[in-house]
Structures are given as structure tokens and as C-alpha cells.
């Protein structure tokens, strides 16, 4: 890869790695569980996009995979969560 595509891709890793303090300042303090519902949530997706930028910088291609299933729990743990607060039920 050429000098702007590596320093891109460290750039990016750096920003989504900086950006998950907040997200977890947000997840210890909030006031309800919808905001701490929808701070996990976005943990989860910072956490795929670190995997995947890993997957660029490593080159390998199975780690994607890796991203795609942490991707699929935790959209079926946002459902569920998400039917237990509202109709106080999982399924």
C-alpha cells in the first residue's frame, strides 16, 4: 500500500479507538437503559469497525468474518433487549 492509504488507515483505527472512551462515559452514566441500550450499540459497531481497519492493516481476510458475526449478535442482542424494555418480554 502507498504512505497515504497506511497513514489513512491509522488515522482511522486511531479515531475509532479514541472515539470509544466516550462511548463508554456514556454506557457507565447514563440515565436510562435506552441510552445505555443505544451506547452499547454503538460500542458494538465502533468495535466491528476496528476489526475490520485490523483486517486491512494485518491483510488477512478471515478477521473480517469476525466483524461480520460480532456485527450479527449484536444486532440480535439490540432486538432483544431493546422487546424486553418495551414489552418487558425477549420473544
Excluded: K
Excluded at 488515522?11 to 479507538?17: F, N, R, Y
Excluded at 436510562?32 to 485490523?54: H, P
Excluded at 440480535?76 to 418487558?88: E, F, K, P, Q, V
Aim: overall charge negative; hydrophobic content about 65%; glycine content about 6%.
Amino acid at each position: 500500500m502507498s504512505e497515504i492509504v497506511n497513514a489513512g488507515i491509522q488515522l482511522a483505527l486511531i479515531i475509532l479507538v479514541v472515539l470509544l472512551v466516550p462511548c463508554v462515559w456514556r454506557v457507565v452514566v447514563a440515565h436510562s437503559a435506552a441510552e445505555r441500550l443505544q451506547a452499547v450499540d454503538l460500542l458494538t459497531t465502533l468495535l466491528v469497525g476496528i476489526v475490520v481497519v485490523l483486517a486491512l492493516v494485518e491483510g488477512v481476510a478471515f478477521v473480517v468474518d469476525i466483524g461480520i458475526a460480532l456485527a450479527a449478535f449484536s444486532f440480535i442482542g439490540t432486538l432483544a433487549i431493546a422487546r424486553y424494555l418495551s414489552d418487558g418480554r425477549l420473544f
